[in-house]
């Protein structure tokens, strides 16, 4: 059989090199590819009952011209064409702009097709397209599809295009999924689909084919997913870390306080893992301050106890000291060495710390991203506990191989991911979820001020700070500027530091040294800054249990994740906290993210709501989503569809079957031609 893949665009008559070029511009590189193009939504030219619309609204009827066309003339150039219509049992009156040329085909008696803006108030339809009967190519009666297009194309030829594509090629479409998983899910065949989504025809139609389609999508996606992580878990080259259930539970008795129930889970996942000879490669999602580092430092507890070495990446040098000072206090009593690897120290101390960790003196470090890809080298490395945002992926993973190091990883996130990006996003993870919040915490009480306001805010947090606690005050970070960003931090700094002359006021912001910002964070930490003034950088992780206040500037300007994890940073400690959002909102959907913050304080549900104002584009920021773009589906609705084709993925990897047997080279074929298997994945 002939792969339409290969056949060029100009075997279709009236295609030259000119508008194959054009489609080329379009990504169309093929017949395959043509009918691959999917428009991106309907016109809706069905035959409708005139009872059915509402004034104003488009409507394509069936009526019968009962009256001689009458004429009207504006000007020179602008006329009025005018006659009744019988459209069932109503009289109507059509009117057509400045299409003078149709006077002497409209004949009473004439049956004939019309679609326009209905006015039920003076029965009269505005008519933007007619169709008189014996015409071929018939655009009314049916949704008609509407393409993305450029060059010198309508969407008129184009769907005329894929008419003739169609008509001539629909029989090569090759089927590429499983004869299974279209019977068992009752999807269309392929050929039939791709027919429909371009040329619906009646309702309903477009919908199975539209849902055969984005099956399609997010299947062939989760088959690289699912497929590298079979391969990963049957690997037997990981570490079988030995762990004892008693020592791990000794060590967590050692906690000024007990683990949660979603804690003591998530850890049992990861020991399981972890002893397991394949490489771990678990994802924890937690909402911020439900405690994910103390699961984290169990799991480097439990390598270290096994005989091995582990290391926690910081996103920020900030976090990274503050992170090796809580697993100092937490590890050490149990007789274990935690070194901290930062860009602040002396050329001889960075030295000691590499030495350590080469000889093994060391236990744990902890350092920012750069801690594995430069010339550190560990005597045994058994686990890796990293962020979301540095995912750990191929690339790491093949820098260590090469060091001989195979650890287990362990991958953090405090942003929830609502279930549908999870399964995209981090489909080749395992993935854990603390839910739970630990017991006896204050609920934040969250406010939406306007900036008129502001005075009064200042007072609630001079009384605030008068107690002795401490507050946060965030400017928004200008994407564009990063000098004029700094800039409002300065001002705002001075500003306050005039206004509260007897409180310590302190500065962040992303231009400052290393040694600084520690300097800072130190103070703030020891309580000689009452009040921290900073830009973003403050965002992730974070704690300063005594700080109570969280004041966000130009709230609008963040995102709802975003505004969540800020509000994070404080609720931490045993006082009530408090979120101020200062805002008036100009900014897109800017006062519906400031009735969700002030609604509610659940990440999962806030994620949820992000994901349905932004969209899953843009819920994780820009260019790290991993997120591919999809044609059809849409991951803020086809969640039903998703879960189907991530099991169904995931069920036909783990057959050997799949990679041998003829039945589905189509399959193999196509993800390879797409590219899924290529490059990296398949290390
Ligand atoms: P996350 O990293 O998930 O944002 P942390 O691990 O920083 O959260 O924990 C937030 C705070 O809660 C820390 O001060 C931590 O010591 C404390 N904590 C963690 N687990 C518990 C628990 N089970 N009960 C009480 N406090 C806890
Ligand atoms: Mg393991």
Not at 283 to 289: C, E, P
Not at 478 to 496: C, F, G, M, P, T
Not at 566 to 592: D, F, M, T, W
Request: with cysteine; hydrophobic share 40%; aromatic share 8%.
């Amino acid at each position: 059989m002939r792969n339409i893949y290969n056949i060029p665009l100009t075997q279709l008559s009236g295609i030259g090199p000119q508008k194959a070029e054009e489609l080329n511009a379009l990504g169309i590189e093929s017949i395959g590819g043509l009918l691959d193009y999917y428009p991106y939504r309907y016109e809706d030219y069905r035959i409708r009952d005139l009872s059915e619309v509402k004034d104003g609204e488009k409507i394509t009827i069936t009526g019968q011209v009962i009256t001689e066309p009458v004429v009207q003339m504006y000007g020179r150039k602008k006329s009025r064409l005018s006659c009744r219509m019988m459209v069932n049992e109503t009289v109507i009156k059509a009117v057509w702009f400045n299409r003078l040329f149709l006077k002497d085909k409209l004949k009473p008696g004439l049956e004939m097709v019309l679609t326009g803006k209905w006015d039920g108030h003076r029965l009269q339809l505005t008519v933007s397209e007619s169709e008189f009967p014996g015409r071929s190519s018939s655009q009314t009666g049916a949704l008609q599809p509407v393409y993305s297009l450029s060059g010198s194309f309508t969407q008129k030829g184009f769907r005329q295009l894929i008419d003739k594509a169609l008509k001539s090629y629909r029989s090569l479409i090759p089927e590429i999924l499983p004869e299974s998983i279209i019977r068992d899910r009752g999807l269309l065949e392929r050929s039939e689909a791709v027919a429909r989504i371009h040329q619906p025809g009646e309702a309903g139609e477009g919908q199975a084919a539209r849902k055969r389609i984005a099956y399609e999508e997010l299947f062939l996606f989760q088959m690289k997913l699912q497929a590298y992580r079979q391969m990963n878990k049957r690997r037997a080259d990981g570490i079988a870390h030995a762990i004892d259930s008693g020592e791990i539970r000794r060590f967590a008795d050692s906690f000024p306080f007990t683990l949660t129930d979603d804690q003591k889970k998530v850890v049992n996942e990861i020991i399981k893992d972890m002893r397991a000879p394949s490489c771990m490669n678990r994802l924890v999602q937690g909402d911020v301050g439900s405690g994910k580092t103390a699961v984290a430092a169990i799991a480097l507890y439990a390598a270290v106890k096994a005989g091995h070495q582990g290391a926690f990446m910081a996103p920020t040098e900030i976090l990274a000291e503050q992170h090796a000072r809580t697993l100092s206090n937490w590890l050490e009593p149990f007789g274990m060495q935690v070194g901290l690897l930062s860009g602040g120290l002396t050329a001889r101390q960075r030295r000691d710390v590499l030495g350590g960790l080469q000889m093994g003196l060391i236990d744990v470090v902890v350092g920012t991203h750069a801690l594995i890809q430069e010339d550190v080298q560990f005597r045994s490395l058994g686990l890796v506990v990293t962020d979301e945002q540095h995912r750990f992926g191929v690339n790491q993973r093949a820098i260590l191989r090469k060091k001989g190091l195979n650890p287990d990883v362990l991958t953090m996130t405090a942003t929830p991911i609502p279930r549908t990006l999870a399964i995209t996003a981090f489909g080749d993870l395992d993935v854990s979820t603390i839910r739970e919040r630990p017991k006896g915490r204050k609920p934040i009480k969250t406010y939406w001020k306007k900036p008129d306001e502001f005075d009064r805010v200042l007072q609630f947090v001079e009384k605030q700070l008068s107690k002795g606690r401490q507050a946060y005050v965030i400017c928004p970070l200008i994407e564009e500027s990063e000098k004029l960003d700094v800039q409002n931090a300065i001002e705002l700094h001075d500003l306050l530091q005039a206004h509260f002359d007897q409180f310590r006021i302190g500065l962040l912001h992303g231009r400052m040294n290393t040694e600084d910002k520690e300097q800072t964070m130190k103070q703030f930490n020891d309580r000689e800054i009452h009040m921290l003034v900073s830009t973003t950088v403050i965002e992730v992780g974070v704690d300063v249990p005594n700080a109570t206040v969280m004041i966000i500037y130009d709230a609008d300007r963040f995102g709802l994740s975003q505004l969540h994890q800020l509000r994070g940073r404080v609720g931490r400690g045993e006082h009530q906290s408090y979120c101020i959002l200062i805002a008036n909102p100009k900014s897109e959907n800017g006062v519906e993210r400031m009735q969700a913050m002030t609604e509610t304080e659940d990440g999962f549900e806030i994620a949820r709501k992000d994901l349905e104002l932004r969209g899953p584009g843009d819920f994780f920021g820009t260019k790290q989503s991993g997120l591919p773009e999809f044609k059809v589906a849409d991951l803020t609705h086809d969640f039903e569809i998703l879960e189907m084709a991530r099991d169904d993925a995931a069920a036909l990897v783990s057959q050997s079957a799949f990679w041998t047997d003829l039945k589905y080279t189509h399959l193999r074929e196509f993800l390879q031609r797409e590219q899924v298997f290529q490059g990296e994945v398949l290390d």
